[in-house]
């Protein structure tokens, strides 16, 4: 199967900026399509941005022009750089990756996801 380990959360004032990290372990083949999602409280979850083994790139268009996807694909990780962060961008933030495992076929898997909380 296929482990995630998202870091790089936390607690950070308005206009300020993190990096989160989702590393991919495992049986894992082939990955596909990476992405990271975010859920607030009252909320579904919703795509914030994502990334395909090709390097194409898809974003929310709430987070356009100001988070950045990127993906090692030696390292299996995806990273999101968040600038100018704003207080509606609080929420839990997960790790989605669609990987292809000898056993089991294609899947969706998912992090525990990451709290980000902007207030001042």
């Known amino acids: 199967q296929v482990q995630l380990v998202e870091s790089g959360g936390g607690l950070v004032q308005p206009g300020g900026s993190l990096r989160l990290s989702c590393a991919a372990s495992?049986?894992?083949?082939?990955?596909?399509?990476m992405g990271w999602y975010r859920q607030a409280p009252g909320n579904q979850r919703e795509l914030v941005a994502e990334?395909?083994?090709?390097?194409?790139?898809n974003y929310a268009d709430s987070v356009k022009g100001r988070f950045t996807i990127s993906r090692d694909n030696a390292k299996n990780t995806v990273y999101l750089q968040m600038f100018s962060l704003k207080p509606e961008d609080t929420a839990v933030y997960y790790c989605?990756?669609?990987?292809?495992?000898?056993?089991?076929?294609?899947?969706?898997?998912w992090g525990q996801g990451t709290p980000v909380t902007v207030s001042s």
């Open positions: 990334i395909t083994n090709g390097g194409g790139s």
């Open positions: 495992g049986s894992i083949s082939s990955i596909y399509a």
């Open positions: 989605k990756v669609r990987a292809f495992v000898a056993v089991g076929g294609t899947t969706n898997y």
